[in-house]
């Protein structure tokens, strides 16, 4: 009967210890999960919960999403950050990785651009200047005084500060704000590497002419992951298309000034000769007059949006019809911009415009 009283006794201090037991079990990735049985299986407010949709999967090949057990600490997040150099006032500005990407996606996409593309479009924006940071500290360059890059926050291009976003944004600057910081407090700790590891060169422009460029035929420099793939959707973009009209007179006073050995004789439709082009469209080399400028100049001098290009003589005047914006090499935003809208994750977005790439998360 005694014992029996002392089993009682020590199987209902059992029954109370069991509400606050520790369960150990193995997640399928094989890491140690800690679990209180007793807690609450829905997520406190403003979390996801631990379930993964079709769609939020990575895809079966090409760049994915490093699993979570590749979690970086908060705290180390915290610690990263960019020195820039401000061209327009000398001073050297110290921004946390979230705080830079907030400014740069801001000014690079509209805010009402898809999800998955502002992702992309951070992941790319944060390893383009992480790397940039690592070739200064491999390299440094004396003119940033320390910086690891320079912007000209003054001028609101690649980077807008918090005042040019109020500006930007209005009454729509507190939701607008709360949905960039939400995807770069994400982004800061995600990169693109290549084959070999390394991070990289993570070109972007704004509409490709129909069909990326390869870097070869751009920045002389081939990567294997700067190819030309087709992106279908800019030719919906707006402002795919542009024409620039340009007289005789100002045509001649341009180049002239430009070029100054070129001659520009006869008939104002004979100073336009053969091009060469790439496979992608945009213009290496015309012919004018008695010199074959580079197009990349031709752009500049009459202030053509892309390189991609034709050039004909009517009405008495010199017409340029431009197809993209920018300089065609790796993503194309408003290219992005259709794929998520059309039901592609970030992922499928990044390996189709950098094919062979990962993405992999910071270490601590």
């Known amino acids: 009967m005694k014992a029996k009283v002392v089993f009682l006794i020590i199987l209902f201090l059992l029954m109370l210890a069991v509400p606050t037991a520790v369960i150990v079990f193995s997640s399928p990735d094989g890491v140690s999960v800690y679990k209180n049985p007793s807690s609450s299986s829905a997520p406190p407010a403003g979390s996801s919960s631990g379930s993964v949709s079709s769609a939020e999967a990575p895809p079966p090949s090409g760049t994915s999403m490093p699993t979570s057990s590749d979690e970086a600490q908060p705290e180390a997040q915290k610690e990263g950050s960019f020195q820039v150099l401000d061209e327009s006032s000398g001073k050297i500005q110290e921004l ?15 805010a009402s651009f898809e999800t998955e593309a502002l992702k992309a479009q951070a992941i790319a924006s944060m390893t383009f200047f992480l790397k940039k940071k690592e070739a200064q500290r491999a390299a440094p360059d004396e003119a940033l005084k320390g910086a690891d890059f320079s912007l000209d926050f003054s001028k609101g291009v690649g980077y807008l500060t918090d005042q040019q976003l109020q500006e930007k944004w209005g009454d729509a600057y507190e939701d607008n704000l709360k949905r960039i910081k939400e995807i770069c407090q994400e982004a800061q700790s995600l990169v693109l590497r290549d084959s070999d590891d390394a991070l990289i060169t993570a070109a972007y422009h704004a509409i490709s002419g129909g069909v990326t460029e390869a870097s070869a035929d751009v920045f002389s420099e081939a990567r294997q992951y700067l190819v030309e793939v087709p992106s279908p959707g800019d030719t919906l973009a707006p402002g795919y298309q542009t024409t620039v009209t340009v007289s005789p007179e100002d045509f001649k006073a341009k180049a002239e000034a430009a070029w100054p050995d070129i001659k520009l004789e006869g008939e104002p439709q004979t100073w336009i000769g053969d091009s060469q082009t790439t ?21 500049e001098v009459f202030s053509l949006r892309s390189a991609n290009f034709d ?10 019809t431009v197809r993209g914006y920018g300089h065609g090499v790796g993503m194309s935003q408003y290219g992005a911009n259709f794929m998520a809208s059309q039901g592609a ?10 094919p ?9």
Do not use: H, N
């Not at 990785?97 to 509209?110: I, N, Q, T």
């Not at 062979?356 to 601590?364: D, F, N, P, Q, V």
């Open 96 to 110: 946390s990785y979230a705080d830079f990407l907030v400014g740069v996606v801001s000014a690079e996409m509209p």
């Open 279 to 299: 496979q992608a469209g945009l213009v290496k080399t015309m012919k004018l007059g008695s010199l074959e400028p580079a197009g990349d100049e031709i752009r």
């Open 311 to 320: 050039l004909i003589f009517s009405e008495d005047s010199f017409l340029f």
């Open 345 to 354: 994750a970030c992922e499928e977005i990044l390996a189709w415009y950098y």
């Open 356 to 364: 062979g790439t990962k993405i992999e998360r910071l270490s601590a």
